[in-house]
């Protein structure tokens, strides 16, 4: 074994790293060789120093001490460090989720004019001194057999940038059960066509919303929608508002 | 290649593999024990006491919420050697892990070998004093480049096995041999010469 081999497999052999038979012959070269053997002394020498010098920091553990309190004190906000690309996929995801809701007026994101009309067929805020809306609306006296509870209601319908002004009327049938119409002047905006329906022939919206059914349609020849609000799930709602739909002139 | 006592396959104890993880209070311990090793180790992969914190700060983090992935019985400090390795690769600096790309690997298959150092060399270095040797050693590894330097924190501080180091870097353990040969060969020439300066400077008065 010459010099060159001998060094380049002495730190390797001293680690314990070498196989037994390499390291027998390390150990062989060593025993025959004063100049490798003094050698082998100073790779240990330098060594011992080397690994004394690197962890020669006494304030070490004094700061690691520090540093694993706060550690301990945060181990739970684990999903606040997931990696950054982790963050941005979920983040991603949940901005299309959201939007995609959005989109399609899935619940809490229902149609906001839909919610509007709904809010506005019992709302407590609604003004008597309507009739004049009522005529303008174009409201009928009877509905198949349900009667209007007069006054009519003066209203407004809130969302987003929009006010719209409308009017209540809610009609009464003859076992006692009632309805609520809804109109308003509505120019230009429409509900959500996600929410749009073919039934019969015509384009309906129809939606339950926050508890109630509603059924709502626009004006052939204006921009006045109306809507008629009753129990959710009540198909008597849909039948109100085409007899609604037919009177209307 | 022999492995060195305290390898995760070594040390797994508990009857049939079943293994417990370690508590918080165990980590605590176990790591105020290695806080000199820790530090320093951070100290000279980042060669900036400031970083060196906030990395040993975020090896920290990191073995806490990593604390379920460790069994008792196994080489802890491997265990969290590794995580300061990689939490190190993660602060941006993935040239220290991409074996591949480092300039040395091409010296390494083509086994040009350090040059062998002479023994006048090697006793001038040995009778440098502790604190000119603690001085300049510090300076050495410092000044090794990161595939060097790298390896040589992972065994020096981490007593990582070569294998250790192989399985942390994603390299052979060949070239785990080979780099650590080359730190030591670097880092002795640099030792040398400065104890060899010093014996100058005292001779020329």
Known sequence: ?249 | MQRREGSPEETQSGPAGVRAALTPDEFETMTAELAQPLMSAALRLTRRPADAEDLVQDTLFRAYRSLGTFQKGTHFKAWLFRILRNAFINRGKREAAAPAAMDFTEIETEGKAPVVPDLTELRDLAALSDEHFDERVMHAVENLPETFRVPMVLFSLGDLSYQEIADTLGIPIGTVMSRLHRARAQMKKELADYARSLRMQVEDK
């Open chain 1, 1 to 249: 074994m010459d010099a060159r081999d001998f060094d380049r497999d002495l730190h390797a052999w001293l680690d314990g790293e070498l196989a037994p038979d390499a390291a027998a012959r390390m150990q062989a070269a060593a025993d025959a060789s004063p100049e490798f053997a003094e050698r082998v002394e100073l790779a240990r020498q330098f060594d011992r120093r080397m690994r004394r010098a690197l962890v020669s920091d006494p304030a070490a553990a004094e700061t690691v001490r520090a540093m694993l309190a706060r550690a301990r004190s945060q181990p739970e906000g684990r999903l606040l460090r997931l990696p950054r690309g982790a963050m941005k996929i979920a983040a991603a995801l949940l901005l299309a989720v959201t939007a995609g809701m959005w989109w399609t007026c899935i619940p809490p994101f229902e149609c906001a004019y839909l919610e509007a009309l709904e809010s506005a067929s019992h709302d407590a805020a609604a003004v008597p001194g309507g009739p004049e809306l009522a005529t303008k609306f174009d409201l009928p006296d009877v509905l198949g057999d349900a009667l209007p509870a007069k006054p009519p209601a003066a209203t407004t319908l809130d969302f987003y940038v929009w006010h719209l002004t409308g009017v209540r009327l809610d009609y009464v049938r003859p076992d006692g059960s009632a309805f609520h119409v809804t109109a308003c002047d509505s120019q230009n905006i429409r509900p959500s066509f996600r929410r749009a329906v073919e039934r019969e022939g015509q384009t309906w919206w129809i939606a339950d919303v926050a508890g109630g059914r509603i059924v709502a349609f626009e004006h052939p020849r204006s921009d006045i929608v109306f809507a008629v609000t009753g129990a959710k799930g009540d198909d008597s709602v849909f039948a109100a508002a085409k007899t609604l739909r037919a009177s209307i002139h």
